[in-house]
């Protein structure tokens, strides 16, 4: 099923997992995926390895389980920065027969352990190369507070647009922890013509590692109660890990509130964090968005 049907009629709750690390059995994952499909999410999402490494078989491998086995649809992550047209052609063949409708189309990561290659500089020059490769879903990654790279938000956008242009069907946000910010980006698409559904991304936090360093990859901004919060409990594992999963609720509560069109958790893997907040806000999925 191609995921960007669902948005005419609901408000979409979708999960993203990441593959285990080397040092992690394949099968590591399974129990998650397990546990978190029974949360029935309208789809899960699987990143294209983790810590840089180019695992695309086991990204596929993880998302023909969420689908034939645990029964929810799929998602798979496809970067292109360190792939030829020929190792994306190869990809695409593999995802059809894997039974996947939807692709999450990502530039991807320049690390200085995978050389770069040629024929894919930017997102949406992967976007087309699908649309003529394939019969998929795809999904698009956008930035509520801007790319690292980009100059200006507006900047940011225009790229978007050209993605979107492209043959993108709808867009995951990257995470933020000021609603505001996604507010603002989500009038900003519209005044630009981007009319695809958006999902807010959004990624509860239990430790304070965890935020300095998505902070360092992604430069998303802060708010004054968020760092109090950081401040006060981070001595306190525990209270750390509730208090983050109750900023992350209050920001869903916010979100549905004003008829997003979906919400996309980063799980970190963890089906606890999905279950509490899954038991706190389901309710909120079930209720019709406002006619405007």
Not at 166 to 175: E, F, K, M, R
Not at 177 to 197: L, S
Not at 269 to 278: F, G, H, Q, T
Request: glycine share 6%.
């Amino acid at each position: 099923m191609k995921m960007n049907q669902l948005f005419k009629d609901k408000t979409v709750l979708s999960f993203e997992v990441f593959p285990p690390r080397k040092t992690s059995p394949l099968e590591s994952i399974y129990g998650t995926l397990r546990e978190l499909g029974n949360l029935k999410p309208d789809f899960i999402s699987v990143t294209y390895g983790a810590g840089g490494s180019l695992n695309g078989e086991t990204t596929i491998n993880i998302a023909h389980a969420v689908k034939h086995t645990y029964g929810i649809e799929s998602v798979a992550h496809l970067p292109c920065i360190h792939f030829s047209k020929d190792d994306i052609r190869s990809i695409l063949k593999e995802l059809q027969f894997a039974g996947i409708d939807n692709v999450l189309a990502l530039r991807g990561d320049i690390t200085p352990e995978w050389q770069p290659k040629q024929d894919f500089r930017y997102a949406s020059e992967l976007v087309s190369f699908i649309k003529e490769n394939g019969d998929f879903n795809i999904i698009g990654a956008c930035y509520p507070e801007g790319h690292t790279e980009a100059t200006t938000l507006k900047q940011d956008l225009i790229n978007l647009k050209e993605k979107v242009d492209a043959g993108t069907d709808q867009l995951i946000s990257q995470l933020f922890f000021d609603n505001e910010y996604f507010y603002v980006f989500r009038d900003k698409a519209a005044d630009m013509g981007i009319h695809v559904p958006i999902e807010a991304g959004i990624m509860p936090v239990v430790n304070k590692k965890q935020i300095e360093k998505m902070v360092s990859i992604c430069g998303v901004n802060l708010p004054k109660k968020f760092k109090q919060m950081m401040e006060k409990y981070e001595h306190h594992p525990e209270a750390f890990r509730d208090a983050g999963i109750a900023y992350a609720i209050d920001q869903l509560v916010d979100l549905v509130s004003q008829d997003v069109d979906g919400v996309h958790l980063y799980t970190m893997n963890s089906s606890l964090i999905a279950r509490r907040i899954n038991e706190a806000v389901a309710t909120l999925f079930t209720v019709p968005k406002h006619i405007h």
